[in-house]
């Protein structure tokens, strides 16, 4: 028989010749694997492989962040989403939603939504980000809350004084 390991671990047995392994690596993080065969005979005697090392690499995304606006800020008016998204190899697009309502979509890094807020009601508003890969897998962002505030006192008056200059 023929054992196949995965970074130490027994993934596989085999008792017929040819010997095979099949792995399926969409079904596992991205990451560094080391790939191990140990071959036993009739009298169970065993001779081990040298490790072979390789890398996974899905493209799915690993990590989506919604940079800006920070958590429980106030706002107003029109402002910039800035997303992070770790392996920006294969990410094809990013959505932001305020709840469950989309704001808008940018396919390309970096990542940025402009919206407008005197849209929205005042109060707050949560906001998400998704990260699609190529093949339209999806990764949610943490959720960050803001409190929008478009009112201006009515009472407040801008005066301009053309005598007075800052230098």
Not at 138 to 151: E, F, G, K, Y
């Amino acid at each position: 028989k023929v054992e196949f390991y995965v970074s130490g671990a027994l993934n596989q047995t085999d008792t017929s010749s040819p010997y095979t392994f099949s792995w399926n690596t969409a079904q596992i993080p991205d990451g560094v694997y080391v790939l191990k065969i140990k071959a036993y005979d009739r009298a169970n005697n065993t001779n081990e492989s040298t490790g072979v090392t390789v890398i996974v690499d899905n493209g799915i995304p690993q990590a989506v962040t919604i940079i800006s606006p920070i958590h429980n800020s106030n706002v107003t008016g029109q402002i910039r989403i800035l997303v992070s998204v770790a392996d920006n190899i294969n990410v094809s697009q990013v959505n932001v939603y305020n709840g469950t309502t989309l704001i808008a979509s940018d396919t390309a890094a970096p990542w940025e939504i402009y919206w407008t807020t005197s849209n929205a009601a005042d109060g707050i508003h949560t906001l998400l980000a998704t990260a699609y890969d190529n093949n339209n897998n999806a990764l949610n962002s943490s959720q960050v809350n803001i409190t929008v505030d478009n009112t201006v006192p009515s009472n407040v008056a801008v005066v301009h004084d053309p005598g007075v200059y800052d230098t």
